[in-house]
């Protein structure tokens, strides 16, 4: 209903719309019109009521409600089932648990706040209250466990594309799963995964983009190493409209994706990439040397030039080394 009542009153652009008229639309009585509108308010819409006039919306709250997000999204798949939390120890965790209990390819997870924010390894992502998007998306695809990786680098360049495009900034992508702006990082993706030898039961894409934290906002660990698309613009940026052309970019990059494969976007990925082209020190479990990057291989993996030859990189952190031995080191992991 409230869902509904929303749709009027947006369709009307500002303009009055009498309770009567709600009430008849809706085919509800004139008192259910007015508590809803009592909760819509509550919940921070600017809604102004007039007696003789009926209601009109002024402005929906600074949060990425479903309302919101379905009355904005162009989507036809992803992100059209929407599970919202103002706060949860981790979109991911969530996302999981639908994922295993059923949840419909596309169905997104976004949170105002998470407690317990994940990186990659158990690190933490700091995720505070309403000035970020913590998101995460469940797919299904039908591809192979050994293509999955490559969807962290899908929804990289799903990201930056929105990033470029709505924001105007220039931002690259750090192999593999980071969007970084002048040596900071703004955004974080951790891809994770259930699947059996030869099938995929779910992918879960979690992404972490840092919109409107402000410099002071940053633990310490952090102000040396991370910013925001408010801090580099210097002005806010809205989350809804950023949250909504990431998924309409990706949902274009998956179809991609499953019709025709991976290549197309492997390109676009590389034309982003900060990583190719630099001096690299690859610190793996098991592994640590220097090289130089020089590209990626069809299955996403990072190819490392180094003295004892070429080397592929599956996992482990790559950070990018000095180029001169007064340039402060700007690896971040
Ligand atoms: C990542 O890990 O960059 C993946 C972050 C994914 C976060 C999203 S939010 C929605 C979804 N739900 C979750 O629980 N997670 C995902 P990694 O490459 O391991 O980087 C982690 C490191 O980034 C930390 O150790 C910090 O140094 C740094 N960091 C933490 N919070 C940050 C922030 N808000 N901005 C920039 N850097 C941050």
Redesign the pocket.
Known sequence: MRSRILNLLRQRSGEYLSGEEIARQLDVSRTAVWKHMRELKLEGYAIDAHSRRGYRLQQAPDLLLPDEIRAAVKTKRIGRKIHYFTEID????AAKKLAAAGAEEGTIIVSEA?N??????A?????PEQQ?I???IVLRPHFSPADAPKCTLLAAVAITRAIRSLCNIDCGIKWP??ILYDGK?LV???TEMSAEMDAINYIVI???I?VN?QEQDFPE??KA??TSLAMIKGQAVSRLELLCDILMQLENLYAVAVSSGFSEILNEWRKYSITLGQAVNVIGIHQQFSGTAVDIDEDGALLVEATDGRHRVIAGDVSIRPKTTNTKENG??
């Not at 981790?90 to 965790?93: H, L, Q």
């Not at 317990?116 to 390894?121: A, D, N, P, Q, W």
């Not at 690190?123 to 995720?127: A, L, N, T």
Request: proline content about 0%; charged content about 20%.
């Open positions: 981790s979109t991911n965790n998470q317990s924010g994940r990186g990659r390894l690190r933490g992502w700091y995720s970020g913590w998101l995460s799963n980071d990082k974080g993706i951790l979690g992404m972490g840092n934290i660990e952090l190493i991370a971040i992991d």
